[in-house]
């Protein structure tokens, strides 16, 4: 079904020029090297999957997938390290930027989450103002009396 989607989109929507900084940094690190249609590859083959980037790309690797010239630039900038890729390959403060990008073009609802391979309702969430991205090192308040781990392990 995502399949089929993605299919649809490819067809259907033009997608505009999509910024480096609008991406998480394992994409944009392998948009900057091997083009942002590496990335893209790497997204829809492997999504929230870790990999293997072997150091010579063999016939029958499964890397042959996103092309053989792509896969040849990945294991030339990426040999024997190990990729996290991410579900979706913009950030959180990109995803949102994007959104009102494609708002700002006129397009519609359907094809903002056709274009940027999410669901209507996130890209109405991200519309509204509902769904901010959150921001690094905030915590929840601690409990009056609550004491901290250490101090608990330290009187065991």
Not at 77 to 98: C, H
Request: charged fraction near 25%.
């Amino acid at each position: 079904m995502k399949a089929l989607a993605r299919q649809i989109a490819a067809i259907h929507v033009e997608k505009p020029e999509i910024p480096l900084n609008c991406l998480t940094k394992t994409m944009r690190e392998v948009a900057e090297i091997c083009g942002i249609y590496t990335a893209k590859q790497l997204v829809y083959y492997w999504p929230g999957c870790r990999i293997y980037v072997p150091r010579k790309i063999a016939d029958d690797s499964d890397f042959n997938v996103i092309g053989r010239d792509n896969a040849q630039k990945l294991c030339a900038a990426f040999g024997g390290a190990t990729l996290e890729v991410p579900r979706n390959m913009f950030s959180l403060e990109g995803l949102d930027y994007m959104v009102h990008e494609l708002q700002a073009l006129h397009y519609s609802q359907r094809d903002i989450a056709l274009a940027l391979t999410i669901s209507q309702r996130q890209v109405r969430k991200i519309k509204n103002g509902s769904c901010r991205p959150r921001r690094a090192g905030r915590r929840r308040q601690a409990l009056p009396g609550q004491i901290e781990i250490e101090d608990y392990l330290q009187k065991l």
